[in-house]
């Protein structure tokens, strides 16, 4: 009996010890399995991040999201752009701007890209048009150039919308950065011809139609530098009727450097096209 009693203290404290031990893994494994908290994000409009893709944009359309949802940056990049393309077509909202220039300064759109979304806020009555007008033009970025000439063209209500002194501002800016054509003589570009034909339209829609006149006269007799200009005055002075408006002089020197130039280069189909008013 007293063997007994012997073997059985040692083994009572393995017991307990194992028990102990049991007890310790036990809770260690349930704090492992806790969820770990993300840590909160920075409310910055300007992040982009993927929140609630599928609702309709709000007053603060650029809103945050758990970044950890989301594992790969570029795909986190291409929904920041996506949501930001789509709300900047979505209409002329008041931080619009400020939204692109921090999408600029961030790095995530280009500025070819930055420049063509202002030009796009241009088809509409927006708040500092001459403003953002200015800036396109001061910026030399062709792509913005094009993309704000076509919006401008013939845009009545926009330049209504601006007082006498902003108009006249815009005017003296769009004729001053007259669009060149392409560098080699022989072609004749749909998107020249094109870019230069918005232009002339937005100097129409900035200006009294004496000043047009009066401006038009002046660009053929003295300011055209390459005949292919020419062709990007089809649509003003055939389609438009403005060859009964311009002077004599004006029109024999346009009609000159089409002739001029479809002789010169017999085989380019683009001048004929536009020349015959099929393009």
């Known amino acids: 009996m007293a063997a007994m009693r012997n073997y059985k203290k040692p083994t009572l404290v393995v017991i307990l010890i194992l028990g102990s031990i049991f007890v310790l893994i036990t809770h260690n494994s349930l704090q492992d399995e806790?969820?770990?908290?993300?840590?909160?994000?920075?409310?910055?409009?300007?992040?982009?991040?993927?929140?609630?893709?599928?609702?309709?944009?709000?007053?603060?359309?650029?809103?945050e999201a758990?970044?950890?949802?989301?594992?790969?940056?570029?795909t986190i990049r291409q929904i920041k752009r996506d949501?930001?393309?789509?709300?900047?077509?979505?209409?002329n909202f008041a931080d619009t701007h400020q939204i692109l220039k921090t999408a600029l300064a961030d790095s995530l759109i280009s500025?070819?890209?930055?420049?063509?979304?202002?030009?796009?806020?241009?088809?509409?009555p927006v708040a500092n048009a001459h403003n953002i007008?200015?800036?396109?033009?001061k910026s030399n970025n062709d792509y913005g150039f094009e993309v704000m000439v076509s919006n401008l063209q013939e845009n009545y209500e926009l330049a209504k919308s601006m007082n006498?002194?902003?108009?006249?501002?815009?005017?003296?800016?769009?004729?001053?950065n007259k669009p060149e054509m392409v560098s080699d003589m022989s072609l004749l570009g749909v998107g020249s011809v094109s870019k230069y034909t918005s232009w002339v339209g937005s100097l129409k829609a900035f200006s009294t139609?004496?000043?047009?006149?009066?401006?038009?006269?002046?660009?053929?007799?003295?300011?055209?530098?390459?005949?292919?200009?020419?062709?990007?005055?089809?649509?003003?002075?055939?389609?438009?009727?403005y060859a009964e408006k311009v002077s004599n002089s004006a029109l024999r020197k346009y009609n000159f450097l089409i002739s001029t130039y479809k002789e010169?280069?017999?085989?380019?189909?683009?001048?004929?096209?536009?020349?015959?008013?099929?393009?």
Request: proline share 6%.
């Open 164 to 176: 006498a002194d902003e108009r006249q501002g815009v005017f003296e800016l769009l004729n001053k």
């Open 111 to 124: 500025e070819k890209e930055y420049y063509g979304e202002l030009a796009h806020m241009l088809y509409a």
């Open 66 to 74: 758990d970044p950890a949802t989301y594992s790969n940056s570029q």
């Open 34 to 63: 806790s969820p770990i908290q993300a840590p909160a994000t920075s409310k910055n409009a300007s992040k982009l991040m993927p929140h609630d893709l599928h609702d309709p944009i709000a007053d603060t359309p650029l809103r």
């Open 209 to 241: 139609e004496e000043t047009f006149v009066k401006n038009l006269n002046d660009l053929i007799e003295n300011r055209i530098s390459d005949p292919r200009e020419a062709f990007g005055l089809y649509e003003i002075i055939v389609k438009k009727n």
């Open 133 to 137: 007008i200015a800036e396109i033009i």
């Open 83 to 91: 949501r930001l393309f789509d709300y900047s077509r979505s209409g």
């Open 264 to 279: 010169s280069y017999p085989e380019n189909r683009m001048a004929e096209l536009v020349s015959s008013g099929h393009w």
